[in-house]
């Protein structure tokens, strides 16, 4: 295998200067999430999630961004799973929007709230019937 240390890419897709970004973080945010999709980027709504126990123990995975709104960015998840139980304890947690072909990360911290029962039911009920039932057989974060 190659030596890690020598893997390199050259980043040609140019610069990011200030004064060509949008003043409401939010909007950029959903520009460069609209260029992603427009350029062919497989999932691009595909996040890392970054959460951490009380004590300071970190953990991460990919979950799906689902929504854009006025409050912020929104996904879901099992409250029983690691995650659930994680953001539970304590409430923070960063993003990370990784799109290696267009050379663009985004990252993004901030406290995250629980969606209203009738948005979770809504979700829910609008996957298709194998995604649901898959959730209800999984034992979210547990060893199979």
């Not at 890419?9 to 260029?35: C, D, H, I, R, S």
């Not at 960015?73 to 267009?102: C, M, Q």
């Amino acid at each position: 295998m190659k030596k890690l240390f020598e893997f390199r890419e050259e980043y040609t897709t140019g610069e990011l200067n200030e004064t060509e970004v949008k003043a409401n973080p939010m909007e950029q945010f959903q520009q460069w999430l609209q260029a992603a999709i427009d350029s062919g980027v497989p999932e691009a709504n595909a996040m890392t999630i970054a959460t951490c126990t009380a004590s300071g123990k970190p953990s991460a995975r990919v979950v799906l961004l689902k929504e854009i709104n006025k409050n912020g960015f929104v996904f879901f998840t099992n409250y029983l799973s690691r995650k659930g139980r994680e953001l539970l304890e304590n409430p923070f947690a960063a993003l990370v929007f990784d799109w290696h072909s267009i050379e663009r990360q985004i990252r993004v911290e901030g406290r995250v709230e629980k969606l209203s029962t009738l948005d979770s039911d809504v979700y829910f009920n609008e996957r298709p019937r194998e995604a649901q039932i898959g959730a209800w057989a999984s034992p979210q974060s547990k060893i199979l």
